[in-house]
């Protein structure tokens, strides 16, 4: 069946190429900073490049979201080819990539009813799915399927509400010394005070990052996300990322495999944009439950 509504998201989703590519997901990339020079996420600088750069940075990269051309941009090039977007971002709490993507849509809209080329059939949705990285990417990966098989807008936004309400992330950092920089701890702030020696380990709730529990070493914190999937399961879908850390994520999901539901474990590598407030080290899981 042809797919009659486009995905559009943005590229703190951690998609990789290959999946987004397959299922015809439009990634629009946020920006990066190295001083004076700025990088487009994961296309002018790779993971690899960027975890290379990023312990000898001073001072650390900065991130900003698209702008509203850039997603008006998009949304015009996508519209030559369908009459529907559905576009689901990162957590408005995190980042000002949703409000851009509104305002790329009224501009838009705006543009095309100024030139009498506004087509009342044309409809872009714009979601805050108040996720970030795999979170976010299983729900745009799970749209896109289902768009592929026909399914239409209004019940696509059903899917996506249906599944975020089943949807999971924890993580183990190294250090909260990006976060912090950054302005991404929100309540998990309170960890900043804690013993050093301790291994903090994250989740996203309500849209923002916040503390799931600490251990005393690094063995500790990947066995707790490790058994935060396995109480789970059986899970309906599962990622799991790393930042420098390949062979340990290798390795995990290998073990997590056998709770999944249906389909592959997706292993993937954090991008710089996610990577600059995450730091090397990092191992999260990302997952939904299955329903009932």
């Given amino acids: 069946m042809k797919m009659t509504v486009s995905i559009v998201t943005d590229s703190v989703s951690d998609i990789p190429k290959d999946i987004a590519e397959k299922l015809g997901i439009t990634v629009v990339p946020l920006n990066l900073h ?15 490049e960027f975890y290379e750069r990023l312990p000898d940075a001073n001072p650390l990269p900065t991130t900003s979201q698209p702008s509203a051309g850039a997603f008006a941009d998009t949304y015009r090039s996508v519209l030559e080819n369908t009459s529907e977007i559905l576009s689901l971002h990162a957590s408005s709490k995190l980042s000002g990539t949703y409000n851009s993507a509104v305002l790329g849509r009224e501009e838009l809209l705006q543009e095309l009813e100024n030139n009498g080329n506004n087509n009342p059939l044309h409809t872009i949705e714009v ?28 019940d696509l936004k059903s899917l996506v509400n249906d599944l975020s309400s089943r949807t ?16 991404r701890l929100g309540k998990a702030g309170a960890f900043l005070g804690s013993i050093l020696s301790l291994k903090p380990i994250l989740k996203i709730e309500d849209g923002e990052v916040q ?6 070493s690094t063995a500790k914190a990947r066995q707790q996300l490790r058994e935060n999937v396995i109480n789970a399961a059986p899970v309906e879908r599962l990622a799991l990322a790393y930042s420098t850390t390949r ?43 299955t329903k009932g």
């Fill in 34 to 48: 190295f001083g004076t020079t700025t990088y487009l996420d994961n296309i002018d600088l790779t993971a690899d």
């Fill in 168 to 183: 999971h992330i924890t993580a183990v950092v190294d250090t909260l010394e990006y976060l912090a920089r950054g302005g």
């Fill in 247 to 289: 062979d340990v994520a290798n390795e995990m999901a290998a073990e997590l495999q056998q709770h999944v539901v249906s389909g592959e474990v997706i292993l993937y590598q954090i991008g710089p944009v996610v990577g600059t407030h995450a730091g090397p080290g990092l191992i999260a899981t990302a997952w939904i439950d």
């Fill in 211 to 216: 503390p799931a529990g600490r251990v005393r």
């Fill in 127 to 154: 979601i805050d799915t108040q996720w970030v990285s795999m979170a976010q990417g299983l729900l745009v990966i799970a749209a896109a399927e289902a768009a592929q098989d026909g399914m239409n807008l209004n």
